[in-house]
């Protein structure tokens, strides 16, 4: 079956543009996480949502970023007037439930930001 | 705070060698404790996981042992592979609510032939 997808798989953009991720999870999926992965470094917790609760949005760096879901299916995440420290690999996972632990990723968006 | 704190941040080992990698923890309540193995330019993928009502979980070469009065587990690599190259993290968590997972800083592991 179709696992996460992401697009676009690559992203260079201008300092000071806005920019749109977006993610697909798995059908089904009501979880849905947002991570940053900067080079070399560990997985940073963005945004998690779950169906129709309000999301958790404490991993947010700034005001700068935000992340909308449809229902249980797209999310996108969105980064305006965008920083060269904003430079990483954006990755999505859903997973079947809150109780469901097993989170499936996708293969991320490599942000370059100019 | 630290909830998690992963170690060697990097490794290398010989083909056919054993590798361990470890994770220790914080909040006792954690109770479900997850392997993911990243290989580059991919998303994460969970390779192999264990609950506290067990020390030890073998699949295949994969074993996780578990010691919860230290607050740490461990994941092993028996007869380690070129294929096994990849970045590996933990991702201890609660299960009984939600409670974003904190990934452990990753161990990027080489296994050389």
């Known amino acids: 079956g179709a696992g996460v997808s992401q697009s676009p798989s690559n992203k260079v953009t201008e300092k000071g543009k806005d920019v749109e991720l977006r993610c697909d999870p798995i059908s089904g999926h009501t979880a849905l996480y947002w991570y940053r992965q900067r080079l070399g470094q560990g997985l940073e917790f963005l945004i998690y949502f779950q169906g129709n609760s309000a999301p958790d949005k404490s991993g947010l760096p700034s005001d700068r970023f935000s992340a909308e879901r449809t229902g249980e299916s797209v999310s996108t995440l969105t980064i305006q007037r965008t920083q060269q420290e904003d430079s990483a690999v954006y990755l999505c996972a859903s997973s079947l439930s809150r109780t469901v632990y097993e989170q499936y990723f996708g293969p991320g968006t490599r942000l370059t930001v100019t | 705070q630290q909830q998690v704190k992963q170690s060697p941040q990097s490794l290398i080992v010989q083909k056919g060698g054993i590798s361990i990698i470890n994770c220790a923890y914080e909040n006792t309540a954690f109770d479900y404790f997850p392997w993911y193995q990243q290989f580059p330019g991919k998303g994460p993928a969970l390779l192999i996981a264990i609950r506290p009502d067990v020390s030890e979980k073998k699949e295949g070469r994969f074993t996780i042992s578990f010691n919860k009065s230290a607050k740490q587990f461990s994941l092993h690599i028996m007869d380690s592979q070129p294929g096994d190259s990849a970045t590996y993290f933990c991702?201890?968590?609660?299960?009984?609510?939600?409670?974003?997972?904190?990934f452990g800083i990753g161990t990027k592991l080489q296994v050389i032939p």
């Open positions: 991702a201890p968590l609660y299960s009984g609510g939600y409670q974003k997972v904190t």
